[in-house]
């Protein structure tokens, strides 16, 4: 006569490999979700550090812009100042008048004749 042992806390209800098959698949599960999480917090960082870096070069381009101004202003003032001699104040001051406003009207012509292009490229 055997005496089969009775349910101790050694001898679950269900045998050991679905045990361990959900103990699998809840660790996988797990993981997944951990490098998930890791993986948003990495694109955060990298989205942080593309923000930066395009805030950066928006800083430093707009100072850029504002020196490139400002010599712009300084050149043209200079300009005056070296035609004056030759052409009196207002006749210098007219010199670079129009020919500042003859480089604007050609910038311009430019501007719209590459929007027109954009334009008939766009068109079905």
Same mark, same amino acid.
């Given at each position: 006569?055997?005496?089969?042992p ?20 809840a660790?996988l ?15 955060? $960082?990298? /989205?942080?550090? @593309?923000?930066? #870096? ?5 800083? %430093?381009?707009g *100072?850029a !812009? ?23 104040? $207002?006749? /210098?001051?007219? @010199?670079?008048? #129009?020919g500042t406003l003859?480089?604007? %009207?050609l910038? *311009?012509? !430019?501007?719209?004749?590459r ?10």
């Amino acid at each position: 006569m055997t005496q089969e042992p009775g349910e101790t806390v050694e001898t679950p209800q269900t045998d050991g490999r679905d045990e361990s098959v959900r103990d699998s698949i809840a660790r996988l599960y797990a993981d997944g979700r951990a490098y998930a999480e890791a993986e948003v917090e990495r694109q955060k $960082l990298r /989205a942080g550090l @593309a923000a930066a #870096g395009v805030r950066d070069a928006a800083i %430093l381009g707009g *100072l850029a !812009l504002m020196l490139l101004f400002g010599v712009i202003v300084a050149g043209l003032v200079g300009l005056i100042f070296g035609l004056a001699p030759m052409l009196g104040p $207002l006749g /210098a001051t007219g @010199a670079v008048l #129009g020919g500042t406003l003859l480089v604007v %009207l050609l910038l *311009l012509l !430019l501007a719209k004749a590459r929007i027109g292009r954009m334009k008939r490229a766009m068109k079905p």
